[in-house]
């Protein structure tokens, strides 16, 4: 019989799956989250009998990590995390001046396949469940010293974060939850390649997390080449969510737009981009393409960057490029597709 998925549950649920009193779910919550200790024997505010019950009944973690990768350019660090049934995704945390970032999956795999991506070449294999989710927040936290500070956690890892919504949400509730990490909204962001029905749930949430879009181009035509969603989402029907997300939230949200080398980044691809985003209260997220094996694609040269920039910039875009971390680790925008997997480098 499969077990309770502890890191999956809020203290309240642990307390009744257990028939426990509710401050020994409280207990239980925190050992996990807050202390990241996931030894059911080291918990030792608990009964002998209680621990045994549990290591009975529980699953306290569904993952293991099995590969570190560090760059030799940049703070950062990508994991490999391996599950219980031998799938696997890879995580990354990049530190940078004062700030620092986890960026986290939510699928095994992505079902998108997104030309310039890495990761849809893996195909896709399964959803994550929400503590397979937060369980890649506690591993990187595990691996890096913040003090009191939290890190800023983005939705932009291995998949498509809105078509696994009731997990991706219940994940980041988990996250934000008092007695866990209490990691504030403002410091969490799920970033879309542009699911119109994933964007008007996310509108209708209440909260302060933030939102991204994954553009990459406003010419429809291009952008069903770049990323086949846009076939069932065209630009017109993901204008009208964006601005019901904005009607409901009254927040800014930001697209990321990969530049590829004589694909998207002319300035008649900058008037079109420039013209569809003046829709919306946004900022623009540029980032020159990470090279990926296979993927016949090149970054724009550093002039054409800045040219393309400018441009938005002029038009009244508040537009920023984004110095990518860890492309010597493949661990940078695109990057990520759990290639180590079947190495002999790692313990799989």
Request: charged residues 25%; contains cysteine; glycine residues 6%.
């Given at each position: 019989?499969?077990?309770?998925?502890?890191?999956?549950l809020?203290?309240?649920?642990?307390a009744?799956?257990?028939?426990?009193?509710?401050?020994?779910?409280?207990?239980?919550?925190?050992w996990?989250?807050?202390?990241?200790?996931?030894?059911?024997?080291?918990?030792?505010?608990?009964?002998?009998?209680?621990r045994?019950?549990?290591?009975?009944?529980?699953?306290?973690?569904?993952?293991?990590i099995?590969?570190?990768?560090?760059?030799?350019?940049?703070?950062?660090?990508?994991?490999l995390?391996?599950?219980?049934?031998?799938?696997?995704?890879e995580?990354?945390?990049?530190?940078?001046?004062?700030?620092?970032?986890?960026?986290v999956?939510?699928?095994?795999?992505?079902p998108?396949?997104?030309?310039?991506?890495?990761?849809?070449?893996?195909?896709?294999?399964?959803?994550?469940?929400?503590?397979?989710?937060?369980?890649?927040?506690?591993?990187?936290?595990?691996?890096?010293?913040?003090?009191?500070?939290?890190?800023?956690?983005v939705?932009?890892?291995?998949?498509e974060?809105?078509?696994?919504?009731?997990?991706?949400?219940?994940?980041?509730?988990?996250?934000m939850?008092?007695?866990?990490?209490?990691i504030?909204?403002?410091?969490?962001?799920?970033?879309?390649?542009?699911?119109?029905k994933?964007?008007?749930?996310?509108?209708?949430?209440?909260?302060?997390?933030?939102?991204?879009?994954?553009?990459?181009?406003?010419?429809?035509?291009?952008?069903?080449?770049?990323?086949?969603?846009?076939?069932?989402?065209?630009?017109?029907?993901?204008?009208?969510?964006?601005?019901?997300?904005?009607?409901?939230?009254?927040?800014?949200?930001?697209?990321?737009?990969?530049l590829?080398?004589?694909?998207?980044?002319?300035?008649?691809?900058?008037?079109?981009?420039?013209?569809?985003?003046?829709?919306?209260?946004?900022?623009?997220?540029?980032?020159?393409?990470?090279?990926?094996?296979?993927?016949?694609?090149?970054?724009?040269?550093?002039?054409?960057?800045?040219?393309?920039?400018?441009?938005?910039?002029?038009?009244?875009?508040n537009?920023?490029?984004?110095?990518?971390h860890?492309?010597?680790?493949?661990?940078?925008?695109?990057?990520?597709?759990?290639?180590?997997?079947?190495?002999?480098?790692?313990?799989?």
């Amino acid at each position: 019989m499969e077990g309770i998925i502890l890191t999956r549950l809020f203290p309240e649920e642990i307390a009744e799956s257990l028939n426990l009193e509710p401050y020994r779910g409280r207990q239980i919550f925190r050992w996990l989250h807050e202390k990241r200790m996931f030894e059911i024997e080291n918990m030792t505010d608990l009964s002998k009998e209680l621990r045994k019950q549990l290591a009975e009944k529980c699953i306290p973690v569904q993952s293991e990590i099995v590969q570190i990768r560090e760059s030799f350019l940049s703070d950062t660090k990508k994991i490999l995390i391996k599950y219980r049934d031998g799938q696997a995704v890879e995580a990354v945390v990049i530190s940078h001046r004062n700030r620092v970032t986890f960026c986290v999956s939510t699928q095994v795999g992505c079902p998108l396949g997104c030309a310039f991506c890495a990761t849809g070449k893996v195909g896709f294999k399964r959803n994550l469940n929400a503590g397979e989710i937060v369980e890649q927040v506690l591993h990187l936290l595990t691996l890096i010293d913040l003090g009191k500070k939290n890190p800023n956690i983005v939705y932009m890892g291995m998949g498509e974060p809105f078509w696994n919504y009731d997990e991706v949400i219940r994940s980041i509730k988990l996250l934000m939850h008092p007695l866990g990490i209490n990691i504030g909204a403002r410091r969490i962001t799920v970033s879309t390649a542009g699911d119109v029905k994933g964007i008007m749930k996310f509108a209708d949430e209440g909260w302060q997390v933030r939102l991204s879009v994954s553009l990459h181009s406003a010419d429809d035509n291009l952008r069903s080449r770049l990323v086949p969603l846009n076939r069932k989402y065209p630009l017109d029907q993901l204008a009208s969510a964006l601005k019901y997300y904005q009607e409901k939230t009254n927040r800014m949200f930001t697209f990321e737009y990969v530049l590829l080398a004589g694909v998207n980044d002319s300035l008649d691809d900058a008037e079109t981009l420039l013209q569809y985003a003046k829709q919306f209260k946004c900022n623009v997220n540029l980032i020159p393409w990470n090279p990926v094996p296979g993927i016949n694609f090149n970054p724009p040269a550093k002039e054409v960057c800045e040219m393309f920039q400018n441009y938005l910039a002029q038009g009244g875009i508040n537009a920023t490029m984004r110095r990518e971390h860890g492309q010597d680790i493949e661990a940078a925008c695109g990057q990520l597709r759990r290639i180590y997997l079947d190495s002999p480098q790692t313990a799989c």
